[in-house]
């Protein structure tokens, strides 16, 4: 009889005398993306989307994740074996209480879980058992090494300001607060704070380690010794400190007495445990890096410019191929996405996709997190929606668009016309708004749906996110959604536009561009307001849209728009690519 991951987590939960246990997607840095060697929910599940968790019982287990992947979940798991579940509509905790007998021990691994995340779970009367084992790395035979990719420098001419300066900063923001020192699991403030890079995760240029830093500006980076150069140790300087992994502990255990600095919501919640059992005073606050990386420099702004300008010569080429060939039917998702790549990796600077292509034709552009498989792969056929959302990774920084295209030669139906042009007056009215300064993303996201609402229709994901610079492609803590943390926005962010609508079983609508905040200048103004610069340079299939329910801003502002990527982006292109951007960029209405 074959055992199955389930059935050997599930022995392995009673070898240690717990009645269940929680596998969370992420890896001991809480990230989105994740090594191989963390990859415990694909393993266990076979459901690889980049939000989730598992739940297993004895009798029960559940899976778990929100509405970009449902489709998704229900396609790569098993229903014998699986409970499959939306994440908000049945959050964990909940679940797992209606599901455990009473008293029931239920294990977690605390390098997983933050303390925010593991409070939900004791609120909702669980008694949570911590292991220093996680039964799922004991089950997985064949589990991969840890990545050991190198970091390398990040250059001012990139990064804008000297790890020196950075550091400096932090520290004053911790004297002001009164702590001794702060602990950094996130990669992405350690990437910018130290001015590094590094090829340990798919898709995002981080260097897996961890960081303490302290009032003084010293900083301990805590992170395979393999990965550093002697290059890297000098660009680092004397004032970072480098131990492995393992000394990690201990360095916290010195910390006892002083005041620590951890974030609840981004770091696993051992490191407060391990500092509170070393009498340190643990302060819940946000990691300090979080905000001013948010808030580019003016040379990551201006890398954030090129980046999309030269991002647009390949995205334009690559619409026009799409033009030409959907209609043929001899191209699939599979292909489209290869050839995208293509003309990217044709781009001086080009480091590789911020994440996999989402190529969806047809019904599959409405999995909102899509990715084409060899299984799942299809034809581009005529006459259908096709959308392609994707991305690059260029040292000047980050680029994150969505384009959805009618493929012909027929005419596109009224009603799907008719959506398509309500997301994009949702677009439009995101990408136009000035707003007061202390406003957050939550209370931006009703522009972009409004249109939507107007006629019963909505979609289940935020409308924006935070974007890095040359980091990743979601990064806050800013976001534009319901959902947002109470963070206002400011200047020198990075944030998507991305409202659409999905048809399970016909097809998917987005719209993306990403859009930097700037200061808005504004005559008698009482207070400062913010607007948003549009980054993102290509065509909006136009053939898609019905003018007769625009009104002449939102035509105006679709033909200014037009006029500028003509202008921009022709100028690199040759012979047919750029006879076909000024087509598609001809103005409408």
């Given at each position: 009889?074959?055992v199955?991951?389930?059935d050997?987590?599930?022995?392995e939960?009673?070898r240690?005398?717990?009645?269940g246990f ?5 890896d001991e840095h809480?990230g989105?993306y994740?090594?191989?060697?963390a990859?415990?929910l ?16 004895p009798n029960?287990a ?12 229900a396609?790569q798991?098993?229903p014998v074996q699986?409970?499959r ?11 797992l209480a209606?599901q455990a007998a ?6 977690y ?9 593991l409070?939900r779970y004791t609120e909702?009367?669980?008694?949570m058992?911590?292991v220093?084992?996680n ?8 589990r991969?090494?840890p990545?050991?990719?190198?970091a390398?420098p990040?250059?001012?001419?990139y990064a ?7 550091r400096?900063?932090i520290?004053?923001?911790l004297?002001a607060a009164?702590?001794?020192?702060a602990v950094?699991?996130d ?11 590094g090829?340990?995760v798919p898709f995002t240029?981080?260097?897996l380690g961890f960081?303490?830093?302290h009032a003084?500006?010293a900083?301990?980076?805590f992170?395979?010794p393999?990965?550093l150069?002697?290059d890297?140790?000098a660009?680092?300087g ?5 131990a492995?992994?393992t000394?990690l502990?201990?360095?916290l ?5 002083k005041t620590?600095r ?7 919640v051992?490191?407060a445990?391990r500092?509170g059992a070393?009498g340190?005073t643990?302060?819940a606050d946000?990691d300090?890096?979080?905000l001013?990386k ?9 890398g954030?410019r090129e980046?999309?300008?030269r991002d647009?010569i390949?995205?334009?080429?690559f619409?026009?191929?799409?033009h030409q060939?959907g ?5 699939t ?13 044709q781009?001086q600077?080009f ?18 997190h899509?990715?084409v498989t060899t299984e799942?792969?299809r ?11 994707s991305?690059a990774?260029y040292?000047?920084g980050?680029?994150d668009?969505?384009?959805t295209?009618w493929?012909g030669?027929g005419e596109p139906?009224a009603?799907?016309?008719?959506r398509?042009t ?7 009215a995101l990408?136009?708004?000035?707003f007061?300064?202390g406003?957050g993303?939550?209370?931006l996201?009703?522009l972009?749906?409004?249109a939507?609402w107007?006629?019963?229709l909505?979609?289940?994901?935020g ?5 890095g610079?040359?980091l990743?492609?979601h990064e806050g803590p800013?976001s534009?959604?319901?959902l947002?943390?109470?963070v206002?926005?400011?200047a020198?962010?990075i944030?998507?536009?991305e409202p659409?609508y999905?048809?399970?079983g016909?097809y998917?609508?987005r ?6 905040v700037?200061?808005?200048?504004l005559?008698?103004?009482s ?7 549009t980054l993102?340079?290509a065509p909006f299939?136009?053939?898609?849209l019905?003018t007769?329910l625009?009104t002449?801003?939102?035509?105006a502002?679709?033909?200014?728009y037009?006029?500028?990527?003509a202008k921009?982006v ?10 076909w951007?000024?087509?598609?960029c001809?103005p409408?209405?």
């Amino acid at each position: 009889m074959t055992v199955t991951p389930l059935d050997a987590v599930r022995q392995e939960i009673a070898r240690r005398g717990l009645d269940g246990f929680i596998v969370p997607r992420s890896d001991e840095h809480l990230g989105e993306y994740v090594p191989a060697s963390a990859e415990r929910l694909a393993w266990l599940t076979g459901f690889t989307g980049s939000a989730g968790l598992a739940v297993v019982l004895p009798n029960i287990a559940g899976v778990f994740t929100d509405g970009r992947y449902v489709l998704q979940l229900a396609e790569q798991t098993d229903p014998v074996q699986w409970q499959r579940l939306h994440i908000i509509e049945q959050p964990p905790p909940r679940w797992l209480a209606q599901q455990a007998a009473a008293g029931a021990r239920i294990g977690y691994d605390p390098l997983l879980i933050s303390a925010e995340g593991l409070g939900r779970y004791t609120e909702a009367g669980l008694a949570m058992v911590p292991v220093n084992d996680n039964p799922v790395d004991a089950a997985w035979q064949d589990r991969p090494p840890p990545p050991t990719a190198p970091a390398i420098p990040h250059p001012l001419t990139y990064a804008g300001r000297s790890a020196d300066d950075k550091r400096s900063d932090i520290a004053a923001v911790l004297r002001a607060a009164k702590q001794d020192a702060a602990v950094l699991t996130d990669p992405a403030s350690i990437a910018w704070l130290l001015n590094i890079r590094g090829g340990d995760v798919p898709f995002t240029p981080f260097a897996l380690g961890f960081a303490i830093v302290h009032a003084d500006g010293a900083t301990e980076l805590f992170i395979d010794p393999v990965k550093l150069s002697a290059d890297t140790r000098a660009w680092l300087g004397n004032t970072v400190s480098i131990a492995s992994r393992t000394a990690l502990g201990s360095a916290l255990d010195r910390l006892g007495g002083k005041t620590v600095r951890v974030d609840a919501a981004g770091s696993p919640v051992w490191f407060a445990q391990r500092l509170g059992a070393a009498g340190a005073t643990v302060v819940a606050d946000p990691d300090p890096c979080l905000l001013p990386k948010a808030c580019k420099n003016a040379v990551e702004q201006k890398g954030a410019r090129e980046a999309h300008e030269r991002d647009a010569i390949a995205v334009c080429r690559f619409l026009h191929w799409l033009h030409q060939h959907g209609p043929t039917g001899r191209e699939t998702e599979m292909s489209a996405a290869e050839t995208l790549l293509s003309f990217r990796q044709q781009l001086q600077g080009f480091r590789g996709e911020c994440f996999p292509a989402i190529s969806g034709a047809g019904e599959h552009g409405a999995i909102i997190h899509y990715r084409v498989t060899t299984e799942s792969n299809r034809p581009i056929r005529a006459n259908e929606v096709y959308l392609i959302d994707s991305g690059a990774q260029y040292a000047e920084g980050t680029t994150d668009i969505t384009r959805t295209v009618w493929t012909g030669p027929g005419e596109p139906p009224a009603d799907l016309c008719e959506r398509v042009t309500r997301v994009m007056q949702g677009h439009i009215a995101l990408a136009t708004t000035v707003f007061p300064q202390g406003v957050g993303g939550a209370h931006l996201d009703a522009l972009a749906r409004r249109a939507l609402w107007a006629a019963g229709l909505d979609y289940d994901h935020g409308t924006g996110h935070g974007v890095g610079s040359y980091l990743s492609v979601h990064e806050g803590p800013v976001s534009i959604s319901r959902l947002a943390k109470p963070v206002p926005i400011a200047a020198g962010m990075i944030l998507s536009n991305e409202p659409g609508y999905y048809l399970p079983g016909h097809y998917g609508i987005r719209l993306e561009n990403l859009l930097l905040v700037q200061p808005a200048e504004l005559p008698g103004a009482s207070k400062p307001f913010l607007r948003f610069e549009t980054l993102t340079l290509a065509p909006f299939d136009t053939r898609l849209l019905q003018t007769s329910l625009m009104t002449a801003a939102e035509i105006a502002w679709l033909n200014a728009y037009h006029a500028r990527v003509a202008k921009t982006v022709a100028p690199h292109l040759s012979g047919a690519d750029r006879a076909w951007l000024h087509q598609a960029c001809v103005p409408i209405g």
